[in-house]
Nanobody, 123 residues
Framework: QVQLVESGGGSVQAGGSLRLSCAASGYTLSRNCMGWFRQAPGKQREGVAIIVSGIERYSDSVKGRFTISQDNAKNTLYLEMISLKTEDTAMYYC??????????????????WGQGTQVTVSS
C-alpha cells in the first residue's frame, strides 16, 4: 500500500521560508513524475512544482522562490519555499505517478496523493 506523508507546513510571516517533506512508503522514488500541488479555500487544486527524470518544472507564481528535490536514498520528496507570500497560503499536497508521462506530467497521471500539510503566510 502506497503512502505519502507530508510534513513541514506551518505558519510564517511573509518573506519567510518553509521546507516541506513528503515521505513515501510502498513506493520507490525514481524518475517517475512526482509533484507538489496546493489548494486554497474556494480555489481549484493547482500544480506548484513537478520533477520527472531529474527535470524540474514550476508554475509561474512560484518560479524562482520554490525548489523541488528528491532524495532517493531517503525516499523523500521536498519543496523548499522562500520569500513566501500571503497568496502562497494553501494546503499543500505531494503526489506521485507510476510513469514518466513522456516527460510531461498532467494532473491525471498522478495516482498517489498525500493528505496534505497546511501552509499559512501572514502579512
Amino acid at each position: 500500500q502506497v503512502q505519502l506523508v507530508e510534513s513541514g507546513g506551518g505558519s510564517v510571516q511573509a518573506g519567510g521560508s518553509l521546507r516541506l517533506s513528503c515521505a513515501a512508503s510502498g513506493y520507490t522514488l525514481s524518475r517517475n513524475c512526482m509533484g507538489w500541488f496546493r489548494q486554497a479555500p474556494g480555489k481549484q487544486r493547482e500544480g506548484v512544482a513537478i520533477i520527472v527524470s531529474g527535470i524540474e518544472r514550476y508554475s509561474d507564481s512560484v518560479k524562482g522562490r520554490f525548489t523541488i528535490s528528491q532524495d532517493n536514498a531517503k525516499n523523500t520528496l521536498y519543496l523548499e519555499m522562500i520569500s513566501l507570500k500571503t497568496e502562497d497560503t494553501a494546503m499543500y499536497y505531494c503526489a506521485a505517478a507510476d510513469s514518466q508521462g513522456l516527460g510531461w506530467c498532467p494532473l491525471s497521471i498522478f495516482r498517489y496523493w498525500g493528505q496534505g500539510t497546511q501552509v499559512t503566510v501572514s502579512s
